[in-house]
């Protein structure tokens, strides 16, 4: 059982390039997001989804953009890379139901922008 | 939305002595409270959670109690051990359908032999 797998783990880009963060998991879970991380800063919700078809902004969404086709897939991608996305992200995912369900999170990706 | 607020930011700790963290939570609604273990380089791990219908959970040298009324919880590390040294985040899940997990700003536990 893999869980949560995320791709690349390490990537770095230049100023303006885009990329996607790869992100699938193999639960069945309806819930999946994105949090980026900074030093002092916690973990920041980027975007989640609630099940395939349906995505919604969290706390910190500009910049990104993400897509739910399928139940086991929510990539992450990035239009126009800057400094300022300079960080680890962590995707997530867990069952829907009532708020005690476990959430999993991915290994983390490590992006640098140049 | 809810906001929480983790302290200390830093932590030093002899071994075998006790370690506390505090979080507060602004969001009346917020009815789970995890908390999660990060060490250098890893995946946040879950090491023990609390709903908000139960004031204390404990699992061997951990455990964590909820104040519904003042809307603070804290983590309880009991025999201190050297591979206890991590950051630790608290952090609180509003009930719906959107379930959105905001996170405390972390805690830098270091366990000094």
């Known amino acids: 059982n893999a869980g949560v797998t995320q791709t690349p783990k390490f990537q770095v880009l230049k100023t303006g390039q885009s990329m996607t963060l790869q992100c699938a998991q193999d639960?069945?879970?309806?819930?999946m997001s994105w949090y980026r991380q900074d030093p002092g800063m916690g973990l920041r919700l980027i975007h989640y989804?609630?099940?395939?078809?349906?995505?919604d902004q969290g706390e910190v969404p500009n910049g990104y953009n993400v897509s739910r086709s399928t139940t086991e897939d929510f990539p992450l991608r990035l239009l126009s890379a800057a400094p300022s996305q300079t960080s680890v992200y962590f995707c997530?995912?867990?069952?829907?139901?009532?708020?005690?369900?476990?959430?999993?999170f991915g290994e983390g990706s490590w992006l640098t922008v140049v | 939305g809810e906001n929480v607020e983790q302290h200390p930011s830093t932590l030093s700790v002899q071994e075998g002595d006790s370690a506390v963290i505090k979080c507060t939570y602004s969001?009346?609604?917020?009815?789970?409270f995890p908390w999660y273990k990060q060490e250098l380089g890893k995946r946040p791990q879950l090491i023990i959670d609390?709903?908000?219908?139960?004031g204390e959970k404990k699992d061997q040298r951990i455990a964590v109690t909820l104040n519904k009324t003042a809307k603070h919880f804290s983590l309880h590390i009991t025999e201190t051990q050297p591979e206890d040294s991590a950051v630790y985040f608290c952090?609180?899940?509003?009930?719906?359908?959107?379930?959105?997990?905001?996170f405390g700003s972390g805690t830098q536990l270091t366990v000094l032999p």
């Open positions: 997530a995912s867990s069952y829907m139901g009532h708020s005690g369900n476990t959430i999993y």
């Open positions: 639960m069945n879970h309806e819930y």
């Open positions: 989804s609630v099940g395939a078809g349906i995505t």
């Open positions: 969001d009346s609604a917020s009815n789970y």
């Open positions: 609390i709903r908000s219908n139960v």
């Open positions: 952090a609180a899940i509003t009930s719906g359908s959107a379930r959105q997990l905001t």
